[in-house]
């Protein structure tokens, strides 16, 4: 079994957004060159997270405000007490951003058959963004023979 590893760099954007990850995926299964195996994306960062699902503008608008409303920015939270924590002083408040990635999860195994990456037919792999716009990298290791 060989393995191949690389990241993936994304400017995202601002608060909560969503983006299609699906080509730079598969461009790293090419590039490893095995036909059958698995690919694992990970997030890097603690509030950034990793979903596959539909890739469709209104839902997608309805992702980003069911999770606003299950856990707003601007609720109380302590992490979110700068002056009570020893941080950089311009520290973000984005408790809700650390709680909405422990919800969705910070990675996905998807299969590779034939040499391509399996999703569904209206499956995609997202990357969601809960505390930006930032600069983000995602690792992706394939692996199979």
């Keep these: 079994m060989g393995c191949c590893y690389t990241r993936i760099q ?60 299950l856990v707003p920015p601007r609720a109380r939270y302590l992490h979110n007490d700068i ?13 809700h951003a650390h709680l909405i990635a422990m919800m969705l999860g910070n990675s996905e195994a998807l299969p590779v058959h034939e040499g391509h990456l399996d999703l569904g037919r209206w499956q995609s792999v997202l990357l969601v963004e809960l505390d930006g716009p930032r600069d983000r990298s995602v690792a992706v290791q394939v692996c199979g023979d």
Excluded: Y
């Design 10 to 69: 994304i400017q995202t954007g601002r608060g909560l957004s969503i983006h299609d990850i699906t080509p730079q995926v598969r461009a790293c299964v090419q590039r490893a060159g095995i036909g059958e195996g698995f690919v694992v994306v990970s997030s890097r960062h603690t509030t950034l997270a990793l979903t596959v699902n539909e890739n469709e503008h209104r839902l997608l608008l309805d992702i980003r405000d069911f999770f606003l409303r």
């Design 83 to 95: 002056h009570l924590r020893d941080c950089p002083p311009d520290e973000p408040e984005n408790a």
